[in-house]
Nanobody, 119 residues
């Protein structure tokens, strides 16, 4: 009913920058919040950043990453700067939506996009 598609991942050198995008589509009445998580090999999924009326960040990315949102496009962005090899992970976005048909709340996830930071 709801699809999230991430884009913008890739390979970047340490110290570089990258911007991820995530667009939500489908039977969406409204989106209350969107967020980014990441999962590195052998590790648990980690919160990176979220946005609703405010934005908030995980400790490991505070001051380096910036989350923003285009409400009209149902899209969330993650600007990543001063990237480190430990930022290497698959990055996933999610959205907390109210469905169009019955206003039922639903949290949907994207398939992820790989970010690799070389040293």
């Amino acid at each position: 009913q709801v699809q999230l598609v991430e884009s913008g991942g890739g390979l970047v050198q340490a110290g570089g920058s990258l911007t991820l995008s995530c667009e939500a589509s489908g039977r969406i009445f409204s989106i209350s919040g969107m967020a980014w998580y990441r999962q590195a090999p052998g590790k648990q999924r980690e919160f990176v950043a979220g946005i609703n009326d405010n934005s908030y960040y995980g400790d490991s990315v505070q001051g380096r990453f910036t989350i923003s949102r285009d409400i009209g496009k149902n899209t969330v962005y993650l600007q990543m700067a001063s990237l480190k090899p430990e930022d290497t992970a698959v990055y996933y976005c999610n959205a907390d939506v109210l469905l169009l048909d019955d206003r039922r709340p639903l949290r949907s996830w994207g398939q992820g996009t790989q970010v690799t930071v070389s040293s």
